[in-house]
């Protein structure tokens, strides 16, 4: 499979997407996961088609004003010293993130604030926003206060990321599934690019083994591998930051970029 800028969603795999049945944002809201237990797994893009085609009795596929495939536009907010990015690097137990986030589709806007705990739990909390600032407002550093007891002043734009995702929802076990593709990160000095790569992640409100998808990368061989697109972005487009401890997903991700199609 080819994915490119210029159409990265081919005939066959619209024709794949097209033939789940479809579920709504409305539907899906009913059983919406702020809290949540996570997994994250990745594998070559040219895996997607394949993959899908074995899901598809188990998932219906979000469709959200007739599309199937959702943009996505983050801005990540850290401390000059980009305390998030090393608290997660070096294994603190308690860790977050902090961005804003703009579904491209509909306009809606959020900032959000991703906090994960010493169980490996994760919290989303957020609010309604109008556009991504270079500041955050009075409104939004109250909000960092409350929900952090972190010094919101510190705080500054560090990476812009935008992807392209599929969501797939089985409502029996309340599961959803999201796979990321297209994946850009940039700053004020450097541009990557995961086009090769799917980031794929289980969300649910408690870990349930009998996931359809679970068993699909048991048999396929592919782990779960802990992983984060903020630092990840992070890590390739600050040259020379320290990584010791993400040199095995770099290994990873790097395999997965330069392997034949």
Same mark, same amino acid.
């Given at each position: 499979?080819?994915?490119? $800028? &210029?159409?990265?969603? @081919?005939?066959?795999?619209?024709?794949?997407? @097209?033939?789940?049945?479809?579920?709504?944002?409305? !539907?899906?809201?009913?059983?919406?996961?702020?809290? /949540?237990?996570?997994?994250? *797994? %990745?594998?070559?893009?040219?895996?997607?088609?394949?993959?899908?085609?074995?899901?598809?009795?188990?998932? /219906?596929?979000?469709?959200? $004003?007739?599309?199937?495939?959702?943009?996505? !536009?983050? #801005?990540?907010?850290?401390?000059?010293?980009?305390?998030?990015? +090393?608290?997660?690097?070096?294994?603190?137990?308690?860790? *977050?993130?902090?961005?804003?986030?703009?579904?491209?589709?509909?306009?809606?806007?959020?900032?959000?604030?991703?906090?994960?705990? =010493?169980? &490996?739990?994760? =919290?989303?909390? /957020?609010?309604?926003?109008?556009?991504?600032?270079?500041?955050?407002?009075?409104?939004?550093?109250?909000?960092?206060?409350?929900?952090?007891?972190?010094?919101?002043?510190?705080?500054?734009?560090?990476?812009?990321?935008?992807?392209?995702?599929?969501?797939?929802? =089985?409502?029996? =076990?309340?599961?959803? #599934?999201?796979?990321?593709?297209?994946? +850009?990160?940039?700053?004020?000095?450097?541009?990557?690019?995961?086009?090769? %790569?799917?980031?794929?992640? %289980?969300?649910?409100?408690? +870990?349930? *083994? !009998?996931?359809?998808?679970?068993?699909?990368?048991? +048999?396929?061989?592919?782990?779960? #591998?802990?992983?984060?697109?903020?630092?990840?972005?992070?890590?390739?487009?600050?040259? &020379?930051?320290?990584?010791?401890?993400?040199?095995?997903?770099?290994?990873?991700? $790097?395999?997965? /970029?330069? !392997?034949?199609?």
């Amino acid at each position: 499979m080819s994915i490119t $800028n &210029g159409s990265f969603i @081919t005939d066959d795999l619209n024709s794949i997407l @097209t033939s789940y049945r479809t579920i709504s944002l409305h !539907e899906m809201e009913e059983s919406h996961l702020m809290s /949540r237990f996570d997994e994250k *797994y %990745v594998f070559r893009i040219s895996k997607l088609k394949d993959f899908l085609q074995k899901l598809q009795q188990h998932y /219906r596929i979000l469709s959200v $004003n007739h599309q199937l495939l959702a943009q996505y !536009e983050n #801005l990540y907010f850290d401390t000059p010293e980009l305390k998030s990015y +090393h608290d997660h690097h070096n294994d603190r137990a308690t860790r *977050y993130k902090i961005r804003f986030r703009r579904y491209t589709d509909s306009g809606d806007c959020f900032f959000e604030i991703k906090r994960k705990d =010493n169980r &490996g739990f994760t =919290n989303k909390k /957020r609010q309604s926003a109008k556009e991504f600032p270079k500041d955050l407002s009075d409104n939004q550093q109250e909000f960092v206060k409350t929900t952090l007891q972190a010094d919101p002043g510190l705080l500054q734009p560090t990476l812009s990321n935008s992807f392209h995702r599929i969501t797939l929802v =089985n409502t029996g =076990n309340r599961e959803r #599934l999201t796979l990321d593709i297209m994946i +850009h990160f940039s700053n004020t000095a450097r541009k990557e690019y995961l086009d090769e %790569v799917v980031i794929a992640e %289980v969300k649910q409100e408690r +870990h349930f *083994y !009998e996931s359809a998808f679970k068993r699909l990368m048991q +048999h396929e061989r592919i782990f779960p #591998l802990s992983f984060s697109k903020y630092c990840m972005g992070t890590l390739l487009t600050h040259p &020379g930051i320290k990584y010791n401890r993400f040199k095995p997903k770099l290994t990873v991700i $790097n395999k997965l /970029r330069n !392997e034949p199609s």
